[in-house]
T-cell receptor
Framework: GAVVSQHPSRVICKSGTSVKIECRSL??????MFWYRQFPKQSLMLMAT?????????EQGVEKDKFLINHASLTLSTLTVTSAHPEDSSFYIC?????????????FGPGTRLTVL | DAKTTQPPSMDCAEGRAANLPCNHS???????VYWYRQIHSQGPQYIIH???NNETNEMASLIITEDRKSSTLILPHATLRDTAVYYC?????????????FGKGTSLLVTP
């Protein structure tokens, strides 16, 4: 399967600061990447869809000015949590889409654990 | 969006086959069934997907009923490392392609 990496794997920051999370497709080019968030004991929730060279598409209820997404190349998408608050503490996971003939497959990164103090 | 229903938890003895059921009675004709699993504090891992034919790969087998309203993921010889939450997902098209709508999944515990 395709390999997706995330950096950092874990970050602790103070309230009010911004945090950038990187998502890279290591052995393939990904025109589309997705960002998910997972709170403890809950399932993954899609936050936004990131397309290379264009603006991200956010899911309902996700603040685009707070969660800035940049997909400047075919192998890198970044998520910046601006002015982070304790309620933003969560497990952030990205995935990259591999296009197939009739359907797509998503491969996920290992996740980034964000703790806001 | 087509919804899926899975049992919240299952147990399986090590070495035995684990059969994880999934109900997706509202699935549309062009929607695929995907299976992922998530080991604690890791990103989900792709297992297998299918449309209407049964599928097999090195990880598992996917059996889809003829009416496509349900499916079963089979791990032929479960090991302790297969303990994870297993998600059955029917893909949906978002604004920019197929997004995955994760439900609560089935927590599989493989016991010695």
């Amino acid at each position: 399967g395709a390999v997706v990496s995330q950096h950092p794997s874990r970050v602790i920051c103070k309230s009010g600061t911004s945090v950038k999370i990187e998502c890279r497709s290591l052995d393939f080019q990904a025109t589309t990447m997705f960002w998910y968030r997972q709170f403890p004991k809950q399932s993954l929730m899609l936050m936004a869809t990131s397309n290379e060279g264009s603006k991200a598409t956010y899911e309902q209820g996700v603040e685009k000015d707070k969660f800035l997404i940049n997909h400047a190349s075919l192998t890198l998408s970044t998520l910046t949590v601006t002015s982070a608050h304790p309620e933003d503490s969560s497990f952030y996971i990205c995935s990259a889409r591999v296009k197939r003939e009739r359907t797509d497959t998503q491969y996920f990164g290992p996740g980034t654990r964000l703790t806001v103090l | 969006d087509a919804k899926t229903t899975q049992p919240p938890s299952m147990d399986c003895a090590e070495g035995r086959a684990a059969n994880l059921p999934c109900n997706h009675s509202t699935i549309s004709g062009n929607e695929y069934v995907y299976w992922y699993r998530q080991i604690h504090s890791q990103g989900p891992q792709y297992i297998i997907h299918g449309l209407k034919n049964n599928e097999t790969n090195e990880m598992a087998s996917l059996i889809i009923t003829e009416d496509r309203k349900s499916s079963t993921l089979i791990l032929p010889h479960a090991t302790l490392r297969d303990t994870a939450v297993y998600y059955c997902i029917v893909n949906r098209r978002s604004n920019s392609g197929y997004a995955l709508n994760f439900g609560k999944g089935t927590s599989l515990l493989v016991t010695p």
